[in-house]
């Protein structure tokens, strides 16, 4: 709400400064600190400029992109060349599958209606030739990144992709062609996207905002899971356990959906087959593919398959070893979650731990307990250290998962690294104890590991670039009876979302996670959102495969069949809603009729980072500086201010808000605890050097902020 209402303030009041939120003040970019829905802001900011209701505004985006999306994957599937009954269904599932649907929260993975759209313009320029297309192509591309950052890695994914796909099979390269048809049409047509790029890059440098790897990966429950009662009936009649329960996200497209899709994949596989069982001497192309062979392209295939095989057996050595195999996960119906296991550790010292802040968490080491931070104690530290001598150590770690955040959270640092807090390495924890010398083995292995996966990609682009260059012109004529085949192309996109999205040390997600926009993504499963896109084209091609077979009056009826069953299975009915209306504190509203500029911080702060999100939906009564943000990651200079304003007030606490020239803090006595509030209540008439009363009312007090030592000569 706060993001969309920004957007639409900012375009009006400071549209060239648009990421200079009010946010984290004094910080420059702020808006860069997360998503900037910029792109969403196009369709909220009319009903924000009309009606001033966020939650107006966040619903129609909402509910605006399942339109868009159902509009842009039927437009695709036109585009490949399915019927307009194929189109329409593959429409239905990707508007209202679980794996996007049910990310309506998430504007950011709700709305990526443009991704099918540059899709749809790609094929056609590759189809056609035409330089329009092309830079359609771009103008959706630039505008799922203004939508949407993860949209943008998303459609980019997919982009790069089709390209490959279509290269691989003979595509004519044509890059003097291509930059023509580019143009500075497109290049004008890019280049939002590439300036909006800019603020986050310099967060990237200045403040750290990246991802590291979650070695736990995604349950593989989240790839069944789905909340609907089609869905959740259905898991009954398999297994008695609670898949959803156990899952971190809603990843499964549907059985209907699947079941489609299934059938194009098998209907292709099976026309592939005939054609080679089928071969014969006047099939040129595939005779040059046979016939023609040579020895050349075998020696990096065979280093291949040994770095191949040497990457299989060096990731599963480490439960034979006994170590670097994780930790022992349990999950409990109130969503906790505890991992039980031990910590292996190569050179003694005393060792930092943290864990992740906006999480109840809790952490023992040899039944030592050095973290304990829980929603009953929200004020509680997220770090501790012990001394730890080599070997293995028995380790608990228990929280309250967030949304995707499925692994333990766990950083460590030793106390002469400077505190630079890194993830708990993956060989650093096992299910059982461990010796000093088989963790510096696993240890070794995962470098080897990493090197072998290196040897074999390279040997087999070695190879294949070596076959090519002898069966070019047999390749190009078998391609080209496939290249604009949609099922090739989609079966891949949907096994490559499927890869990214299984994480942690299974899939693809560890080799590219710290590629530029990768490390923006939290949670590596979200990439089942662009899978979903592949499901739904497959499942239109199912069925116009399945269609094709039927009687043409049974033909009629069959769309209609198949739509009603995939709304009944994707129908969440009775949802459960949120009902929510946005009350600002009447202390703020008084603030917002006061002379500005000014900035203000507001006051109780805790350790839960969510707070602060109630005090940037305050500061939407004036849009003035405040301290307060949330987003992804939190400031070195804001995570210093707010464990002084945790012990409001103190001389220290305003004083440095104060040389962050902060001219108003707002005390909310009712949001303290009872207990705290009288306490805090008694103290602020020693602080009145410093603050000034002007304002109060039953719940809250506005003080402006005088600083002494600027009042002496």
């Known amino acids: 709400m706060w993001t969309l209402a920004w957007d639409a303030y900012a375009l009006v009041h400071q549209p060239l400064s648009i990421f200079d939120a009010n946010i984290f003040h004094p910080l420059r970019n702020s808006l860069a600190l997360s998503e900037n829905l910029i792109g969403s802001a196009i369709f909220a900011a009319p009903v924000l400029w009309m009606t001033a209701n966020p939650v107006l505004a966040v619903n129609l985006v909402s509910l605006l992109s399942s339109v868009l999306c159902g509009f842009g994957a039927y437009l695709l599937g036109r585009r490949v060349g399915l019927s307009t009954a194929g189109a329409v269904l593959t429409g239905i599932i990707f508007a209202f599958s679980p794996p996007r649907f049910f990310r309506f929260s998430q504007l950011h993975l709700a709305a990526v209606q443009w991704i099918p ?11 056609r030739g035409r330089k329009v297309d ?4 771009v103008a959706f591309f630039t505008l799922q990144v ?4 993860h949209g943008g890695v998303f459609a980019a994914v997919a982009i790069v992709l089709m390209l490959a796909y279509r290269l691989a099979l003979g595509e004519p390269f044509l890059l003097r062609q291509r930059l023509r048809d580019f143009g500075l049409a497109g290049t004008l047509l890019l280049a939002p996207a590439v300036l909006f790029l800019i603020p986050y890059l310099i967060n990237q440098a200045e403040e750290g905002l990246r991802r590291s790897l979650d070695v736990t990966g995604t349950p593989i429950e989240s790839f069944f899971a789905s909340p609907t009662r089609v869905d959740v009936f259905l898991q009954s009649l398999i297994t008695d356990r609670s898949i959803n329960a156990a899952a971190t996200a809603w990843l499964f497209p549907g059985v209907l959906p699947v079941i489609l899709a299934v059938v194009a994949v098998v209907a292709g596989g099976v026309a592939l087959f005939r054609r080679i069982t089928a071969f014969n001497r006047n099939d040129s192309a595939l005779a040059s593919l046979v016939v023609q062979t040579s020895p050349r392209y075998k020696v990096p295939l065979v280093i291949a398959a040994i770095a191949g095989l040497c990457w299989a057996t060096i990731g599963a050595a480490p439960p034979f070893l006994g170590t670097g195999d994780g930790l022992t996960a349990q999950r409990y119906s109130d969503g906790r979650v505890a991992w039980t296991g031990y910590l292996s550790i190569e050179r003694p010292g005393r060792y930092n731990f943290a864990v992740a802040s906006d999480s109840a968490s809790r952490l023992s080491i040899d039944s030592q307990l050095l973290i304990d931070h829980s929603i009953e104690r929200p004020d509680a530290p997220t770090t501790g250290s012990a001394a730890l001598t080599a070997g293995s150590h028995r380790i608990l770690v228990e929280h309250v998962p967030l949304g995707e955040r499925a692994g333990p959270g766990l950083s460590w640092a030793r106390e002469d690294a400077a505190n630079e807090y890194i993830p708990v390495p993956p060989w650093a924890l096992s299910r059982r104890p461990t ?4 963790v510096a083995v696993v240890h070794t292995l995962e470098s080897v590991r990493l090197l072998s996966a290196i040897i074999a990609g390279l040997a087999i682009i070695w190879g294949v670039c070596v076959w090519l260059a002898r069966h070019r012109d047999g390749w190009v004529g078998w391609g080209a009876a496939y290249r604009r085949n949609p099922t090739g192309f989609y079966l891949l996109l949907t096994i490559v979302c499927i890869a990214l999205a299984v994480g942690g040390r299974v899939g693809l997600w560890q080799y590219v996670y710290w590629l530029p926009g990768f490390n923006f993504i939290r949670g590596s499963s979200r990439f089942m959102v662009l899978g979903l896109l592949g499901v739904a084209v497959l499942a239109g091609i199912g069925f116009d495969r399945f269609a094709s077979r039927l009687a043409p009056a049974t033909r009629r009826l069959a769309p209609l069949a198949i739509a009603a069953l995939l ?3 994707f129908s969440p009915i009775p949802y459960r809603g949120v ?11 008084w603030l917002a009729r006061q002379p500005k500029p000014f900035s203000v911080a507001e006051v109780p702060v805790t350790r839960s980072e969510r707070l602060h999100s109630n005090y940037m939906l305050h500061s939407m009564a004036h849009w003035q500086k405040t301290v307060h943000g949330f987003s992804g990651i939190r400031p070195a200079l804001h995570e210093e201010l707010y464990a002084r304003l945790r012990s409001f007030p103190s001389e220290e606490g305003i004083r440095h808000l104060a040389q962050l020239d902060v001219t108003h803090v707002i005390v909310h006595s009712s949001w303290f605890p009872p207990e705290e509030r009288s306490l805090v209540e008694a103290r602020l008439p020693a602080f009145s050097a410093w603050l000034k009363l002007e304002y109060l009312d039953r719940d809250s007090r506005v003080y402006s902020i005088h600083s002494p030592s600027k009042e002496e000569p």
């Open 117 to 127: 759209l540059a899709l749809a313009s790609l094929h056609a320029y590759l189809d």
């Open 579 to 589: 009902p929510y209306q946005l009350d600002i504190p009447a202390a703020d509203l």
């Open 435 to 438: 010796t000093p010398r088989a």
């Open 567 to 569: 709304i009944a299975e």
């Open 146 to 149: 203004l939508a949407s950052g």
């Open 134 to 137: 092309l830079r359609l192509a």
